[in-house]
């Protein structure tokens, strides 16, 4: 470092350190490696990139990840377990009729009060929903387990173990369901695939049709006398609310 006099003024002192300090400054750019900052800032991005897919993949349970699977990923388990019960139609219809039955009675003939209102358990729809499974061919998931949980102030939670997957692996999706002129609809909340969160485009193209099919078979069983009016969940109940649109003739229906 420059050596400043005793004698020097406090102007001079001041210039010699400013000098000292821009000297210093150029001699710790020239030592500065541009190049070589990139190519550790790139590597360490790349590094943490990597890391991040495999922490991903091991989430889902889909593939085994060294190291990674054994921190990241835990078995998903539906909130309890549904067995499957009387199929959603031969439910609607027998509450159908019998709710239609005793309107008429006690109107001695007229239909007076058209509201109403049909209960569908969990039960019905896990068995329902399999049988579609089932019967669409699929091989993504294993359609003897996959199940539809219902849970008063969360929605339905759909729970579909994937096909062959030693981790046991499974898609779960919460969903509330609604209803928009008379049509029942559903709107996925928080999809799963193991312990990952994934975008609804999931659900949409591998489970959406299937819960869609399971809601058509349910529409064309209520349109036939009835308009759907709101939907609502309890615990392990779908409550449906109507209204009758049959017109009562003389000689009957």
């Known amino acids: 470092m420059t050596r400043v006099e005793k004698n ?12 000292e300090v821009v000297r210093e400054l150029k001699r710790e750019r020239r030592r500065f490696r541009p190049f ?27 593939v085994e990840v060294p190291f990674f699977t054994s921190i990241a990923y835990e078995e998903p388990a539906p909130i309890r377990v549904v067995e499957p019960g009387v ?4 439910v609607l219809s027998a509450q159908m009729s019998g709710a239609l039955a005793s309107r008429l009675q006690q109107g001695n003939g007229a239909l007076n009060d058209r509201s109403v209102v049909f209960s569908i358990g969990e039960e019905s729809l896990t068995a329902s929903l399999r049988s579609i499974a089932e019967q669409s061919g699929t091989n993504l998931i294993d359609a003897s387990r996959a199940q539809l949980a219902i ?27 609604g209803v928009k002129e008379g049509v029942v609809s559903i709107v996925p909340i928080n999809i799963r695939v ?24 349910i ?6 006398v009835a308009v759907i009016k709101s939907v609502e969940a309890f615990d392990g109940l779908m409550r449906i609310e109507a209204e009758f649109i049959v017109e009562i003739q003389e000689d009957g229906l």
Request: hydrophobic share 45%; aromatic share 8%; glycine share 8%.
């Open 36 to 62: 070589l900052t990139c190519g550790a800032i790139f590597l360490l991005t790349l590094v943490c990139l990597c890391v991040w897919v495999c922490w991903t993949l091991a989430e889902t349970g889909l």
């Open 151 to 177: 849970e008063k102030g969360r929605g339905f939670e759909l729970f579909a173990p994937i096909e062959g997957n030693p981790r046991g692996s499974a898609f779960v999706a919460w969903m509330e369901v």
């Open 194 to 217: 193991g312990s990952c969160r994934v975008p609804s485009f999931i659900v949409n193209t591998f489970l959406r049709p299937l819960i869609a099919q399971e809601l058509k078979s």
């Open 8 to 19: 020097a003024t406090v102007e001079e002192r001041l210039s010699e350190v400013k000098g």
């Open 219 to 224: 529409q064309r069983e209520l349109s036939r």
């Open 87 to 90: 199929p959603v139609e031969t």
